[in-house]
Structures are given as structure tokens and as C-alpha cells.
């Protein structure tokens, strides 16, 4: 379970959060967005909290909204170059892919901070995750991972997928997060997309990503659900597929019976 890491809060509300997490049976994986760090100091004692208090294993490590950093880390490829991690015990880190590009990154730019990700990762030994921004729609996270898999890239690389929330909620995210394709489609189709975003969550481009996990070569595939305060329902969610309460639909998704 993924505990984030929102402008204004405390470094101890994200330990103690993941430290309920632990206790509560599952796995606390920690948002740090670097740029809200104030130095290294700062860092150290984060990471070394996590482990000792929560006994984290993994982290997922993003640059943040904070247009100016607070401190010495304006991108994530600062932190991981510090040494820290490795210091820490840490091995398995998780960082953000953009298939469908980033509002204020350049294309280039994005697929050049992928490379030096996991030339990072190939020297320390770590174990790099690719997760994507949400999605409405397949075929961007899809060409994404295709384009990786041709270059040889290995890592596990997941879809961010939007759980059941309203559709102002997502228009809300999407246009902060910048995913444009996705949101042209769902402004284009609004009411074909309805069933795929609202309360049922996003089945279509579940079904969609199944097809090919299976694929050697595209493996390994994941989904990740992005709950928007709705954590309730995408619990639901989960557990309703989970236990196979869900039929498969005609127009390429599924109907699940999520009891909220």
C-alpha cells in the first residue's frame, strides 16, 4: 500500500502512517517526493525511521509538484546518487514513468531520466519499478511499455490506474497530472467512458493490459490502483476481482460486484 506524500506535510505523518500500514498486515511503500526534502540530513533520517519503525523495503521516489525545490534535490536521480538508499538497506525503488508525457517535461527529457533510472539501478544492483501516471486509456501505457521492452529494459514496469471515483475527481487529477491523451478521450466520450471510470473502476484497460501479461515479453506487468480518497472502493474493487466476483462483458471490460 502506497502512503503519499502530499505539499505540507510532515516527514513523521508519513512514518507513522507507514508504520499503521505494517500493522495492519501489508506493506508500507513510502512516497518521497525529493524536492520537499531540506537536505541530506533530512534524507538519512527519513530513510533510517522507515526501516527501523516500519520496517520498509521499498520506497517509491518522485520529484514532486514543488516547482523550486526546497533543498539540494531537484530531481530524483539527486537522491538516488547520494548512496543513501543502499546505506539504508534500501534495494527496491520505485520511480514515475509518463506515457503519456508530463505538462512541464519534454519528451526527450523524460526518456532520458528512464535511462539513467535504470543505468542506476544496473550498477548499484537495485531493483527499479516503473509506475505510470493514471490512465483512461490502454494504448499509451501499452506503446509505452512496448517501446521499453524493445530496448532490452527488464524492470517490472506497472499501469496507474484511476479506482472507482467520480468523474469531477478524475477530471480533477488528470489535469493536474497531465495525462493528455486519457483526458482528451474522456472528454471526447464522456458517456461511453462513464461505466470504464466511475463507481465499477477502470475494467476496460484492466482487460486491455491482461491480454499481453501473459506475454514472455512483455513481462513483468502490473496494475496499480490510484484510489483518490476512495480507498474504501478500491479495496472493494480489488477484493471483488480477486475472488472472481466479476463476468466479462461484450464491449471489452468486466462487470464487478464490489460491495462497498
Known amino acids: ?76 536521480l539527486d ?26 517535461i519534454a519528451a526527450a527529457e523524460l526518456r532520458r531520466a528512464e535511462r539513467a533510472k535504470l543505468a542506476w539501478a544496473a550498477t548499484v544492483a537495485a531493483e527499479l519499478t516503473f509506475l505510470s501516471q493514471f490512465s483512461f486509456d490502454a494504448a499509451p501505457f501499452l506503446g509505452w511499455m512496448r517501446a521499453l521492452r524493445a530496448q532490452g529494459v527488464r524492470a517490472r514496469i506497472v499501469a496507474g490506474l484511476a479506482g472507482p471515483a467520480h468523474l469531477s475527481t478524475l477530471f480533477k487529477y488528470a489535469l493536474r497530472c497531465g495525462v493528455g ?18 463507481e465499477r473502476g477502470p475494467e476496460s484497460v484492466v482487460r486491455a493490459i491482461a491480454r499481453i501479461a501473459g506475454v514472455a515479453a512483455m513481462e513483468p506487468v502490473g496494475i496499480h490502483l490510484y484510489s483518490f480518497g476512495g480507498l474504501t472502493r478500491s479495496c472493494a474493487w480489488i477484493e471483488a476481482v480477486a475472488r472472481g466476483r466479476f463476468a466479462l462483458d461484450d464491449s471489452g471490460g468486466f462487470n464487478v460486484d464490489a460491495r462497498y
Open 79 to 104: 537522491v538516488l546518487g547520494s548512496g543513501l538508499f543502499a546505506q539504508a538497506g534500501i534495494r527496491q525503488v520505485t520511480v514515475a514513468g509518463h506515457p503519456e508525457g508530463h505538462p512541464r
Open 181 to 198: 491523451p486519457s483526458l482528451r478521450a474522456l472528454g471526447a466520450r464522456p458517456a461511453s467512458l462513464a461505466g470504464l471510470v466511475g
Open 1 to 76: 500500500m502506497y502512503v503519499s506524500h502530499i505539499p505540507g506535510q510532515a516527514w513523521a505523518q508519513t512514518v507513522s502512517t507507514s508504520v499503521a500500514v505494517r500493522a495492519a498486515g501489508l506493506e508500507p511503500v513510502p512516497h518521497v517526493p525529493v524536492r520537499e526534502l531540506t537536505d541530506e540530513v533530512t534524507l538519512r533520517s527519513l530513510l533510517e525511521q522507515l526501516v527501523a519503525q516500519a520496517r520498509v523495503t521499498r520506497l517509491l521516489l518522485i520529484a514532486g509538484d514543488r516547482a523550486e525545490p526546497r533543498g539540494p534535490f531537484a530531481e530524483t
